[in-house]
């Protein structure tokens, strides 16, 4: 659906404003170059603005094309249909923007959406805000119950909370803390996944360190390079699941236990036998002793010779 659709009001021959201060505009149709200070509320759409900076765009305004420019506040249910450059301080309520081309956003919040992200920086996603698609962006941190839709390429400091990605194409998060998530990672590299935080299937890229909790259902690809605490893999296709790998681990402790204790029990058995072999040596020296006849000695005198 292109983002034109967003505007299909009736609208009638707009006004043009060029290098006007403090505009208050709540209805209507406008084209605005060079403004500065305005104020767009109410139904009011423009349909092209130049160089112009807005204080707020609000209730249910548009604005078409957004060639360059500021705005303070993006609030309401307040619509943008193309930013191709500039910037905003605050997108929040239920606002939506459908493509950004180039922006430098502090932050989004509340259950405000945005489209597409082609290249820019935003500071912080919060709340439940959503951004469908990230071509190449630098993001601070994402919190609370924020999601990102596929994220192809740039990179994030931290993810926080409950935040998710579905698809991790490429790109570096610096960390992920709490039950924050990726659905797929196909590329790119996480460097620490601590707490509760989760990969569902990493295809591909690399895994610096897991701690606390941290789970990978699913390794296809890619390395881990260190894990501690209680983090896991549940399948990797480079060795057998986990319960074959715990099953092999008891054996192979139950096996060293009776190599330990069968050096025991053969001494066991030599004793007894010496034991045994001991008294029976002095049972039979005994019945050879009763047995054997007892020996006289008689001395016999051969006769004299008178």
Known sequence: MSFFDLFKEKITEPTAHEAEDNLLLSEGAHVLIDCKNVSLTGSAIVLESTNSDYIEVAGRSKIQIMNSGSIRTLGGKAKIGLIKTGSIYMVKDKTNITTINDAHIDYVKGKAKIGTFNKGSIKFIDDKAEISTINNAEIMFIRNDAKIGTMINGSIIGMLDRTNIATLMNGNIGYMLNKASVGTMNMGEVGELCDGAEINTQNDGNVN???????????????????????????TQKKERLSLIAKESVEKDIKEELEVEKPKKHNKKKQETEDKSTEQIEMEELVEDKEAPEVIEVEIEEPKED
Do not use: P, T
């Not at 360190?209 to 390079?225: D, T, W």
């Open 209 to 235: 360190f897991m701690m606390g909790s941290a789970i990978v259902y699913q390794q296809i690809g890619g390395k881990i390079k260190s894990k501690s605490g209680n983090s896991i893999v549940i399948y």
